[in-house]
């Protein structure tokens, strides 16, 4: 039997040298979200007034795309319901001398590689790209913003991850799709209020307000633990023969 450690790497690696592609389409995604979100975006930075008639729009977007940015395109996602990946890949691991806490700490590994890599070029192409936010923020109070979202992408990110490894893809799938109605509730209410999420949050990493980051970032980990323990409970109950 492998160590949890050396059976985490060994899944960790085993994933990535099938996902090549998928980190290549998951970079090209958020390359066209940055493209279509910098416009509004950089008008909201310009007028300095969070309610814009399409800044709702962004905060919408930025607070419903930035939770899958740790999640690969790949032909999983997209086969989840009908062949069932997932389920098959996790009964395939259990045959071999790897533990349930390897199989749980390999997908926490694969969540966070993949949003740092994904999260760094998004963050960097943003930052890059847009002139006016170069003007507004440092990068000392850029990652400060960055770092909120990152925390946030995690937090919201491990909700996905729970149904993806405890329950069958045609349960993931479905769940996947009612996310849907809290997102459409959200959106009316953004459109309502118009709290100005995107151009609050400059505020607090050009007023360098350190303290939020960390909050969200150890909230983040609290996520992460209480999501590694409810998966592996269930893995342990789940009947990978049907």
């Not at 007028?47 to 905060?59: H, L, S, V």
């Not at 997102?183 to 939020?212: C, D, Q, S, T």
Request: proline share 3%; charged share 15%.
């Amino acid at each position: 039997m492998m160590s949890d450690w050396q059976g985490a790497w060994y899944i960790f690696r085993s994933e990535m040298r099938q996902s090549w592609i998928g980190v290549l389409f998951t970079l090209l995604f958020f390359s066209y979200f940055g493209l279509i979100t910098m416009p509004n975006f950089i008008e909201m930075l310009v007028q300095e007034d969070p309610n814009t008639d399409i800044g709702w729009i962004t905060d919408f977007l930025y607070l419903t795309i930035t939770p899958i940015m740790s999640f690969l395109m790949n032909r999983s996602i997209f086969r989840c319901r009908t062949d069932d990946p997932f389920t098959k890949r996790l009964a395939y691991y259990k045959t071999m001398p790897i533990s349930l806490n390897a199989i749980v700490i390999a997908r926490m590994i694969q969540m966070f590689a993949v949003l740092i890599t994904v999260g760094t070029f998004f963050y960097s192409l943003q930052y890059t790209l847009a002139d006016t936010l170069r003007e507004l923020l440092t990068i000392e109070q850029y990652l400060i913003f960055v770092f909120i979202w990152i925390g946030y992408s995690i937090a919201i990110g491990c909700v996905y991850v729970y149904f993806e490894q405890a329950h069958s893809g045609r349960v993931y799938f479905y769940v996947s799709l009612l996310f849907y109605l809290p997102y459409i509730i959200l959106g009316i209410l953004l459109w309502v209020y118009r709290p100005g999420v995107l151009f609050h949050l400059i505020l607090v990493a050009k007023n360098m307000e350190i303290i939020w980051p960390i909050l969200m970032n150890v909230f983040a980990v609290g996520v992460v633990a209480v999501t590694a323990v409810m998966v592996r409970r269930r893995l342990a109950a789940r009947d990978f023969q049907h």
